[in-house]
């Protein structure tokens, strides 16, 4: 959109500087260029509005025409100026570029050296076509990772179009091949299971923050990355609750771990707080003023409950890995950090919890997700209520028929 400014020139004569965007150069700049409009003195304020409304609509016709006439540039290069625009006007987030940056080696390999404007259908399509069968040097991706690499693609095309660079996305109708399913058994702690490694951390002294991170997963089913998130103002010890709303990610070295939002809104929820987790809060935050007031100007204030010993993060990695050394070293079951998130579904659910209860409880966008990851224990969970209300139907016929009076 052309841009207008009412200006004086040397003589004292009212001019208008009408400025365009001809896009982004190789550096990431943005590119203008500009006229100034001078109109004739015998005009009317509001046929001077309308003419140079008038002359701004036709330089920048003229400026975008011009521009896709000029720019002939390599996917690549388009590529690379699309990732700087959307960083440098903060519209992805840091995991997004660091994820696409991750995929810029197998794009750039087969669409990289092409020109924008010639790229068709059938290149993106023999492109996904390669992902899907690892023809491309690389690993077979699944349909999921197809869409994405795809994605990036035409998050490309839609910015060349913006900046008249081409005058269509040809990503549209791409087929994806569908990778065989290879159903992984889910693996669940028991009750007993998980008293016994509560008791065994506290018996060991095991550091105060992981045992409030495998109570805090454990009673509330919480990811991960949400457990490590929750910030102090998030507790409201009052009410004995937590508000779930950031979590703590790490995509790698460039990213380090960081704070970032939920997935989705959905997944925001406030939870109860049992009396255990209440006390290891407490404990927590009384070792966290003795740590501050030991590191001084070391300290990092984050407000992370979950924190090292100098308030940094702790990364994602961490609980995980000193779970297992734990349970090799005392000979208890290890499973997975969200093992703890399917015990806490799976026990809601075979205690007659419904649906939508269990689906707020752990953060589900909607029951429907609960449903869909969670069949098999519906199912089961449904087998068993059937045979319970059977049960209480016979019991009651065979009340009722040894209630009835004998017959005379």
């Known amino acids: ?45 509001r ?5 140079v409304e008038r002359q701004a609509v036709l330089f920048e016709n003229e400026v975008r025409g011009n521009t ?18 959307e960083q440098e006007h903060d519209r992805i987030k840091l995991s997004t570029v660091e994820l696409y940056k991750g995929m810029c080696r197998r794009i750039y390999k087969s669409l990289g050296h092409l020109h924008i404007d010639k790229i068709t259908k059938v290149h993106i399509q023999k492109f996904i076509d390669g992902l899907a069968n690892g023809t491309d040097g690389y690993k077979k991706l699944s349909a999921k990772s197809q869409k994405n690499y795809l994605c990036f693609i035409a998050n490309v095309f839609t910015y060349a179009m913006d900046n008249d660079i081409v005058s269509s996305n040809p990503c549209h109708n791409i087929r994806f091949e569908k990778s065989p399913k290879t159903k992984r058994e889910r693996r669940f702690y028991t009750v ?54 950031t979590q703590i990610q790490y995509r790698n070295k460039n990213t380090g771990a960081y704070r ?13 707080l049992p009396p255990k987790i209440i006390d290891l809060l407490m404990l927590v935050r009384a070792e966290q ?42 000979n208890l079951p290890f499973k997975a950090i969200h093992s703890f998130r399917h015990s806490l579904v799976t026990n809601l659910i075979h205690n007659n ?17 609960t449903l869909s990851v969670y069949t098999h224990e ?15 139907i016979d019991r009651a016929a065979a009340n009722g028929q040894n209630n009835k009076p004998a017959k005379q």
């Open 1 to 45: 959109m052309a841009y207008i400014q009412e200006r004086t020139n040397a003589k004292g004569e009212k001019v208008y500087l009408i400025k365009v965007s001809s896009g982004y150069s190789t550096d990431g700049k943005q590119i203008t260029q500009s006229k100034t409009y001078k109109p004739e003195s015998k005009m009317t304020p």
């Open 47 to 51: 046929q001077i509005q309308k003419e």
């Open 68 to 85: 896709a006439a000029k720019r002939h540039d390599k996917f690549e290069v388009i590529a690379e100026e699309w990732l700087r625009f």
């Open 192 to 245: 007993e299971e998980e008293v016994e490694l509560l008791e065994r951390l506290e018996q060991r002294n095991a550091p105060l923050v992981y045992r409030l991170f495998y109570s805090l997963v454990m009673y509330l089913g919480l990811r991960k990355g949400e457990a490590l998130g929750i910030q102090w103002n998030d507790i409201d010890f009052d009410k004995k609750s937590v508000y779930i709303h």
């Open 260 to 272: 970032c939002s939920l997935k989705t809104e959905g997944s925001k929820r406030t939870l109860q």
């Open 289 to 330: 003023e003795e740590n501050r007031a030991k590191c001084g100007d070391l300290w990092v204030d984050t407000d992370s409950v979950i924190t090292n010993w100098c308030g940094k993060f702790i990364f994602p990695s961490q609980p995980y890995n000193y779970l297992k050394d734990f349970c090799e070293r005392e």
């Open 353 to 369: 919890v419904d649906v939508a209860t269990v689906s707020s409880i752990v953060g589900h966008s909607s029951p429907l997700v």
């Open 378 to 392: 519906i199912k089961s969970a449904t087998v068993i209520g059937c045979e319970q209300m059977a049960d209480l």
